[in-house]
């Protein structure tokens, strides 16, 4: 056990049951590079970088299991040296982000589209619930799943239903060749040709449109990467462009308006609003930099199918999509169930809960 290893769950687990005595809510989170995402909670801050570790490992078996304070960086440092990667290749967005807070956001990176979600990879989570018991639900293994739909709507909760203590993932084989390449192409030639590469058997693992190239990165054995290399052409990118992506470095970043992220279909052609817009996920993610109102922005969005997210603190009232009746209704019954007293990241979400 490395020294800055610590199992604080017994610590964790007292402190929720003074707070559902004391009727105190907690503002739960790890490093705060996601405090982006939702609203503010005025709430007593929970800091729960000191409960951290690898607790298991086996690469044999593709699964590895942290607590929830683990930074990300130890884990992906861990998989990485036997030859592993985490597929959905979550965002970091600082230095210290945490295991937990990665689970929370439920953020994806490039290769979300071929590879799925931090949703497809978690296998099971250690959760101290609003009712003050610490429970276990999942397994270490695909087999052993029982209860793994409550550690999926753990994923993307921010914090709401209650505090994760340890995450089970699936991890995979990092790829035998990986080629990046760089074509020219304005932006509504580059979403016809993604469509048409989308129905063929190409090993594209990321896909990008940005200024007027189109950004791709190629996975798998070595004769498939090569042969498809050969076939699409371009020139060599460096594959350090993905993770400058990914953590938000790019030049489009540094734009002083708000950030919206787009969820469409990827077959969707380009959106009419002002403002910049880079493409990702092969079409299914588009990046705004605008300062259109919210109404305009998810309005245009929804006629297409779609929904709209604002990224910058401050800048929108509702920095989600609003929920319909039924639908809110529904979150507001699984708040109630996991967490009836409130306690963890009250309003951080939506208002309502």
């Known amino acids: 056990m490395a020294e800055q290893d610590f199992d604080a769950s017994a610590q964790w ?25 939702g609203h503010p909670v005025n709430a007593r801050p929970f800091d729960t970088r000191g409960h951290r570790g690898i607790v298991s490992y086996d690469p044999t078996e593709l699964v590895i299991s942290a607590r929830a304070g683990t930074p990300l960086r130890e884990l ?13 290749e979550p965002p970091s967005l600082g230095p210290d ?17 071929w590879a799925g979600s931090v949703r497809d990879y978690v296998l099971g989570t250690r959760v101290i619930t609003g009712h003050g018991k610490h429970l276990r639900f999942g397994g270490e293994v695909m087999k052993n799943v029982a ?33 990046s390449l760089r ?15 989308g129905c063929q058997p190409l090993p594209i693992s990321a896909a990008c449109h940005a200024g007027e190239h189109l950004m791709l990165r190629l996975e798998g054995g070595e004769g498939s990467v090569a042969a498809a290399r050969e076939r699409l052409g371009g020139e060599p ?32 052609t380009a959106l009419g609003l002002p403002g910049e817009q880079l ?17 305009l922005i998810r309005t245009v969005v929804s006629k297409v199918g779609g ?47």
């Open 13 to 37: 687990l007292e402190a929720v049951n003074q707070a559902l005595a004391e009727g105190t809510p907690l503002a739960v989170q790890g490093s705060g590079s996601k405090g982006f995402l």
């Open 76 to 88: 992906q440092a861990a998989v990485q040296a036997a030859g592993q990667i985490l597929p959905f």
């Open 97 to 113: 982000a945490t295991l937990g807070g990665m689970v929370a956001a439920g953020l994806s990176g490039p290769r979300r589209p």
């Open 147 to 179: 209860g793994y739909d409550v550690s999926r709507l753990l994923v993307g909760s921010l914090g709401c239903l209650g505090l994760i203590t340890e995450v089970s993932l699936k991890v995979l084989p990092r790829p035998r060749a990986c080629v």
């Open 183 to 197: 074509l020219p192409m304005a932006p509504a030639q580059a979403l016809q040709r993604l469509t048409e590469w």
């Open 237 to 268: 990118l460096d594959s350090s462009f993905w993770s400058e992506l990914n953590e938000r470095r790019l030049a489009f970043f540094a734009d002083p308006r708000p950030l919206w992220r787009l969820a469409v279909p990827n077959a969707c």
């Open 279 to 295: 493409i990702d996920w092969a079409g299914a993610q588009r990046w705004l930099k605008s300062d259109a109102s919210a109404t």
């Open 307 to 353: 929904h709209a997210a604002c990224h910058t603190p401050g800048a929108c009232s509702e920095p989600f999509e609003p929920l319909a009746a039924i639908l809110l209704r529904y979150h507001q019954q699984l708040k109630l169930q996991l967490d009836p007293q409130g306690i963890f990241n009250p309003g951080r979400m939506y208002p309502e809960f």
